[in-house]
């Protein structure tokens, strides 16, 4: 049976877009405490895929992801879930709002929601766990006076709590995406693909990342994300790390990584994989049907190539 490692424990939003992949629904679901952890089971193949947030329509980034990838490993992206993200306060029975004083939740989660603490908590204490899930735990187990969690309505069920307020993030649109990642495998194109990978600068000086973004211009690639990281060399050494419409066996991708990977320092490839989004299969569904279109009318004009004359 395959296994599949996640951001945990049970209840947090990663198990959630776990669940929302028909085709792992019979495999083994092992929780991890950390991303880093995730990330490491999956380098040794202690399971078969990992998966872990990766960016979040509020708070951008998530770093412990991203420079995982970039920096301390060969890992390739094999897929990603966009997970519609709301918040609940939760606590244990009979605690009520206004006796809140202090608040946990994962930092990703609890900076997705400062205006709902500032307006109707004032001065409480937020406070770190390791997942949202995590602190719904910490709450429900320890029973901390005056404690209530940020966290998703499933950990209220799971750590016998209560909903105190719900969708309390601060933005409507609220979504996060996931990756899952896996060890020395490119999935198959399908029509409707994306492919991350970072770009490293020679040095930094005018007109560096003009060089890179000609290379998509010059073939009409289009980028979906472009992002600098610090190279954690020192004070203004960045890469950029890019996802762009394609996959690395279109022809005209793999010659833009070339030549990438041809200019000094050279790019690191992070994978190609289905794009997500509400229209995705359907999408796929479009470009297999209209390339089987144009496969048959080739066809048809082949069939009207004249036989080549016999000498005479």
Request: glycine share 8%.
């Amino acid at each position: 049976m395959r296994r599949v490692g996640f951001f945990g424990p049970h209840g947090t939003f990663t198990e959630e877009a776990l669940a929302s992949v028909g085709e792992l629904a019979d495999c083994e679901h092992v929780a991890y405490p950390t991303i880093p952890d995730v990330l490491r089971a999956a380098e040794s193949r202690e399971v078969d895929l990992g998966i872990v947030p990766i960016e979040n329509s509020i708070e951008g980034t998530v770093s412990a992801t991203l420079d995982h990838l970039v920096f301390d490993s060969d890992l390739l992206i094999q897929f990603e879930v966009v997970l519609d993200i709301h918040l609940f306060l939760l606590a244990p029975p009979g605690i009520k709002l206004e006796e809140i004083r202090s608040v946990v939740s994962y930092p990703h989660a609890s900076a997705q929601c400062r205006r709902f603490v500032h307006e109707r908590l004032g001065d409480a204490e937020v406070l770190p766990a390791n997942s949202t899930a995590d602190a719904a735990r910490l709450v429900g187990e320890r029973r901390l006076p005056q404690t209530a969690a940020i966290a998703p309505r499933l950990s209220a069920r799971l750590y016998g709590l209560e909903v105190l307020a719900e969708a309390i993030e601060d933005y409507g649109g609220n979504q996060t995406r996931f990756l899952a990642v896996g060890e020395g495998r490119v999935p198959a194109p399908t029509g409707h693909d994306k492919t991350s990978i970072v770009c490293f600068q020679a040095a930094d000086h005018p007109g560096s990342l003009h060089e890179i973004l000609g290379q998509f211009s010059a073939r009409s690639l289009n980028l979906t994300k472009i992002e600098s990281r610090p190279t954690k060399q020192g004070l203004g050494d960045y890469c950029f790390v890019i996802d762009l419409e394609g996959h690395v066996s279109d022809e005209v991708v793999g010659d833009c990584l070339r030549e990438l990977r041809a200019s000094p320092p050279g790019c690191k490839f992070l994978g190609s994989y289905p794009a997500a989004g509400e229209h995705a299969l359907a999408r796929r569904e479009e470009v297999s049907s209209a390339r089987r279109e144009a496969g048959d009318w080739l066809s048809e004009i082949r069939r009207l190539v004249a036989a080549p004359s016999a000498p005479s």
